[in-house]
C-alpha cells in the first residue's frame, strides 16, 4: 500500500533485474527449440526431440557446442570493432525489456512492488531509441568483418531498420494519443479503464505495428540482412562461437521485446480480459483499482494471486505472438529489395500518416461532442474497422496471390523478343544447320 | 565435332515446343500481401496441427528393409561351428572390387577350408557376386546396414566376425521367379 523506502526500492530492484534477465536468457534460449520444433512441424517433420524429453534440453546442447567452438578472427578484420559488434548486437536488445510491465503490482510488507524493472517516465521512447540502437551492432559486424556478404547485409539492415522505424513510430503515435503518456504502465491501465484492448479501436495501427515490428527484428520475410540464400549470412558471416551466439540471442531478444510491446501496447499487457480485479494503477503515491463518480481515487489492495495470475496473462499474450513470429517465418519467402522498401516507403509510411490523421480527427470530434467511456471506444473501433477494410481493399484489391506465375501470360515463344537460345544434346544428324 | 558422333547445337526458338510458359515477374505494386499471406498461413497452419509427420523415429522405429537388401557380409556355419566355406576361390575371382581375400587350407581328411577370409567393407560395392557364385551357400550379404565402428581397422572383417554376424541373409534375384513370388 505504501512507496517503497529507499532500501527496500535497491533490493526489489535487484531481484527484478536478476530473475528478469535471467528468464529473459533462459526464454530466448527455449525459444531457439520452439522455434525449430515449429520449423519441423509445419514441414510435417518432428524436429529436435532427443536431448531430454521432447529435445527440452537441446538449448543446453547448443550452448555448450558454441562455447566448445573454434573463435575465428578474419585476418583482414577490424579488431576492435569485430569485437565489439556483438556486445553493441546484444546489449540493446537485451536491456529493452526493462521498461515493459510483466504483472500487476505487487503488495508486500514493505511496500508496493511494481512488477517492472524501471517504471520510467519515458517508457516507449526508451524501446524506440534502444531499438535503433540495434542496428549500430549489425552494421558494425558487416563493415569490420571485411567481407562483401558481411557488409551488403550490414548495409541492408541499417536501411532497412531505417525504413521501417518511421513506420514503427507513427504506429504507436495513435497508442500514445488515446494514453496520453508514454509509461507502458499506464497504457495498460488506460486500456483497463476504457474496456478495449487497444487492438480494437486501433487495429489498422496494430496492423502496421506488427509488419514493422517484423522489419525491425530482421525476421522472415524481412531478413535481408542475413539472406542466406545471396549473402551466406549476412551481416554474421565471419562470425563463430560465442560471439555467434550473441547476435543470435540478440535477435531472439528482439523478437521476444517485440512481442511483448505487441502483447503491452495492444493487448491489454497483464490485464485479464473481462476481470476489473487487476485493475491497479500507481496514482500519486498510492495504489488504486479505479476512481469513484466524483473523480476521487479508490484505494486497492490485491492478493499476491493477482500478480501471478496477470503475469500468467502476460506470458500467454507475448507467447502467442512469439508463435507468430515463427509461424510467419516458415510461411512467408523473402522480400525482394525492391519490394521491401516499396512496402516501407510507399505502402506503409502513408498508410500510417493517413491513420494518425484520421484518427485525431475522431478524437477531437468525439472530445467536443463529449463523448466517453465504452460508447468512445466502440466508435473508434468501427472507424478503425472502416480504415483497415480500405487499406486492405486498397492494397489488395485485384491484386495477385499466386507469385511469379502471372495469369494470361502463357505464349508460345516465337515472338522475335524473347528468343530462346540454349545449347541442347542431340543424337546424330551431324551438319544440319543448326550447329 | 566430337568422336561420339554427339553435337552440341543451339535451339532456336522454333524449335521449342508450342506451350513454353514464359513467367513474368509481377511488379512490386501488382502483389497481394495480404491475402497470399492469410493463404499461406492457412496452409502452414494445417500442416503445424497436421499429426501425420514424415519423420521415422530410427533407433525405436526400423525401417522394412527390402528381402534382397544388400548389406554387409556372414558367413553361413555347420552345426559344429567350422564355416562352410571350402575355399574354392571363386568369390575372390568373381569380386568386382577385389575386396576379399582368402588363403585356403586343407586338413587331414583332405578337406579344404578358409585359413584367412577377409572382407574390406570399404572397398565391398554389394553387388552380391560372392553370394551369387558360392557352391556351397557359405558367403552371403545380409538384411542390414548398422555399421558404425571407431576405427577403419574394423572394417575390415575377418572370418570369426563374418561367422558372428546373425542378420539374415539377402534372398537373391531368381531368374525363374523374377517376382520373388
Redesign the interface.
Known sequence: MNDLSPMAFWVTSSLKILVVFSALLAVVAFMTLVERR?S???????GPNRVGPFGILQPVADGIKNILKEETMPATANRTFFVLAPALAIVPAVITIAVVPFAAPLVTPWGTVGMIIADIPIGILYILALASLGVYGLFLAGWASNNKYAFLGGVRSASQMVSYEVALGLSIIPVLMLTGNVTLTEMVWQQQQMGFWFVFPLSLAFGLFVISAFAETNRLPFDLPEAESELVTGYHTEYSSMKFSMFFIAEYSHILTAAALMATLFLGGWSIPFWSGDHLFWYEGMLISGFTQAGEPVAADPGWWVTVLTFLSFALKTAFFVLVFM??R???PRF?Y??VM??GW?VMLPTALGYVMALAATILVLDQIGVEGFLFGAILTAMSALATGIF?FV??QD????????AG???????PV???????????S?G?S?? | ?PAN??????????D?A?????????E??????????L???A???K????P????R?YPEEQPDLSPRWRGTHRMEVHADGRPKCVACGLCPTVCPANCIRLVGGEDDQGNRYPIVYEIDEFRCIFCGMCQEVCPVEAIHVGVHFENAEYTRERFVYDLDRLMEQDHPSTLLWDPSDPRSE
Open positions: 515449429i519441423a512441424f509445419i514441414q510435417d517433420r518432428r509461424w510467419v516458415w510461411t512467408l525482394r525492391d519490394q516499396h512496402l510507399k486492405v492494397v489488395d491484386r495477385l496471390i499466386t507469385g511469379a506465375a502471372v501470360t502463357d505464349r508460345e515463344v516465337r515472338s524473347r528468343k530462346v537460345r540454349r545449347p541442347v544434346l542431340q543424337a546424330g551431324s544440319s543448326g550447329s | 565435332m558422333n554427339y553435337r552440341v547445337r543451339v535451339a532456336e526458338a522454333s521449342m508450342a506451350t513454353v510458359k514464359v513467367m513474368r515477374r509481377p512490386p505494386g501488382e502483389t497481394s500481401y495480404i491475402r497470399a499471406t493463404k499461406g498461413m496452409l502452414t497452419f500442416h503445424l496441427v497436421n501425420d509427420k514424415v519423420t523415429q
